[in-house]
Nanobody, 121 residues
Framework: QVQLVESGGGLVQPGGSLRLSCAAS????????MGWYRQAPGKQRELVAT???????NYADSVKGRFTISRENAKNTVSLQMSSLKPGDTAVYYC???????????????WGQGTQVTVSS
């Protein structure tokens, strides 16, 4: 059973920084893409950033230049370094993994439980 566990959310002042981490577990051989999505109250879940197993990142325009995504394939972890945070970044952030190969076979997608990020003075 693949599980994604996030950590690192919290309250931060505007202009501050925060780092989110996510670890995937469950007899995993490989993961094609890992990433982060977010959902603010009353809004749809949206892409924040993803990174392929080859290290190619993709960012939402709203976070380019402020957020950096990274992953360690050997550990099945992905991190999101967030800087110059704005109140508009306030949301629940979800870790995502796609194209997972495990001892049981191929699984299309899994989500973490989410971690709250609040940017406020």
């Amino acid at each position: 059973q693949v599980q994604l566990v996030e950590s690192g959310g919290g309250l931060v002042q505007p202009g501050g920084s925060l780092r989110l981490s996510c670890a995937a577990s469950g007899s995993i051989y490989s993961i094609n893409a890992m990433g982060w999505y977010r959902q603010a109250p009353g809004k749809q879940r949206e892409l924040v950033a993803t990174v392929t197993s080859g290290g190619r990142p993709n960012y939402a325009d709203s976070v380019k230049g402020r957020f950096t995504i990274s992953r360690e394939n050997a550990k099945n972890t992905v991190s999101l370094q967030m800087s110059s945070l704005k109140p508009g970044d306030t949301a629940v952030y979800y870790c995502n993994a796609r194209g997972i190969i495990t001892v049981s076979g191929w699984e299309p997608e899994h989500w973490g439980q989410g971690t709250q990020v609040t940017v406020s003075s």
